[in-house]
C-alpha cells in the first residue's frame, strides 16, 4: 500500500532518521527507498530545508496533533515543488511516541490552476470596469470633438486661436485613440473577421519594420509550412504586431534580434498553461520574440493590466498588450508571454483557425508542444 500511495509517505524516528518509505520517494529524489531508509533529514536535504522538517517534525511530537503545512521544497535534484505535507505522531503499543509519520504530495499544478483561475477573474473584473469607463467617456469626447470642430471653422480668420483649437482637437484625437485601445482590452471594439493567410500577410509587415526599426535591431521571419488560415480582423493583426514589435524594440536599447514567426498549434483539453478559458482546438500562432532586458516574474504578472508599464513616464501608455490581450479573447483566441530577466520576451498571439477542408495539413506538421519555455532561443520558437 505504501509502495502505490502517490508522493511521498513515511515515517521519520525523532532523531530525523528515514524508517519506512513509500516507493514514491524515488520520483521526487532521485534515490530509491531502500537508499533513503536509514539516513537522517540532513543528508537528504540542504541545512536550511533540514533544519525546517526537523523543526515541524518536534512541533508534531511536542502538541501531539496532526498537522498539515505547504510549502516550496526544492529537491535534490533541483527541481521545486510545492508541496503539501500531513504530519502525525506515530505510537507504540504501550503509548510511548515512536516517530513522525508523513504524507506528501505535489500540489503545483494545482496551485498553478489557482493562479490562473485568480488571475482570469481579475482580467474579467478589470474588463468590465474599462468597458464601462471608455463607452461613458466614447461619447465625452464625441460631444467635445464635435464642438471643437465647429469652432474650428468659426475662428479660421484668427490665427491664434484657431491654432489653440487645433491643438485642443488633436489632444482630444489622441485620447480617442488611446479610448479605442481600452474598448479593445474590454473586447468591446468593433471587429471584421475574416479568413486569414498569415503567411502572406505578414511579409508586407516584416519589410515595413526593417526600414523603421532601428538599424542595431535584426529582423528575422520565419514561416510555418502548411500554415492553417486563421479567422481574424486583419487590421487588428496588423497592429498587434506592430505593438508586440514596439515592445521588443524598447527591450533591445542596445540592439538585437526581433524574430518574428506562425506555426500551427493544437489545443488539447489537458491543457492548462495557456489559460483555463482557452476552448480546445486549433490555432494559428503568431510569435514575437526579442533578444532584449526580459521582464521580471512581478512584471509578468501585471503585463497585460491596462496602463500597466515598465517604461520611464511619457514614454509608453501601458495599452499595448491590453489591446492585444483583448483583441485576442474577443477573436476566440489568447496571447501569453514568457520572459526571463536579461533572456530575452516572447509573446504569442493565439488565433482561432479557419474551418477549410482543403487545408494541406497533417498531424505531422502540428505543433503541440505548449509547455512553458526557458532559453527563448530563435530554434525553440520556430518548433511553435
Known sequence: MLDHIPGTVGLRSLEGEYQVLGAGC?????????????????????????????DRDQETASTGVPATVESLHTFPNGVERMIRVLRFPV?????????IGFMASDISAERRAEDQWRQAQKMEAVGQLTGGVAHDFNNLLGVIIGNLDFLEEQLRDNEEQHSLVTAATNAALHGASLNRQLLAFSRKQALEPKEIDLNTQIPGMVEMLRRSLPATISVTEVQAPYLWHCIADASQVETALLNMALNARDAMPEGGVLTIDTANSRVGSDTTCLGEDLTPGDYVVLSVSDTGTGMSADALKHAFEPFFTTKPVGQGSGLGLSMIYGFAKQSGGHVTIKSEDGRGTTVRLFLPRHARIEDPITSAHVAVDLAPQTGFTNSTLATG
Open 26 to 54: 524515488a520520483e521526487w529524489h532521485q534515490m530509491a527507498k531502500e537508499e533513503m531508509i536509514g539516513k537522517r533529514v540532513d543528508e537528504i536535504w540542504g541545512h536550511e530545508q533540514a533544519q525546517a522538517i526537523m
Open 91 to 99: 505510537r507504540n503499543a504501550d503509548g510511548s511516541l515512536r516517530g
